[in-house]
């Protein structure tokens, strides 16, 4: 799979995935909202990851990699309130955020390796 459908799909499931917690919640928490957020910024850099511009790839790796990093804490959370249908959902956008990440880097190495050969 390619990185900006690795990226996109990542978008989709923080965006539905948190928007349902949020929803799911009792007390609306609005930090719930923050992968929803990020997913959107990332479905707006999807065109410009598509098109190999190293910037936008850049500013999309660096967010996946923040929302990992933040997805940590709700999935303890989750697991400390023995929560399940939590747990389901951030261990998804964990999952699907480390799929992302694994993608972003194998592009940027076959990109490596294309530039290298070009010389």
Not at 41 to 62: M, P, Q, W
Not at 64 to 93: C, H, S, W
């Amino acid at each position: 799979m390619k990185a900006h459908l690795a990226s996109l799909l990542n978008a989709i499931l923080l965006i539905i995935l948190s928007l349902w917690g949020y929803l799911a919640s009792e007390k609306g928490a609005p930090t719930a909202l923050i992968p929803l957020s990020i997913g959107v910024i990332l479905l707006f850099l999807n065109k410009g990851i598509k098109k190999e511009n190293k910037v936008i790839a850049h500013i999309a790796v660096l967010l996946t990699f923040l929302i990992l990093i933040g997805l940590a804490m709700p999935f303890k959370a989750a697991m400390g309130r023995e929560d399940n249908p939590a747990m389901i959902r951030v261990g998804i956008m964990l999952l699907s955020t480390v799929f992302a990440m694994i993608m972003f880097v194998k592009s940027f190495i076959d990109a490596r390796k294309r530039n290298k050969s070009k010389k």
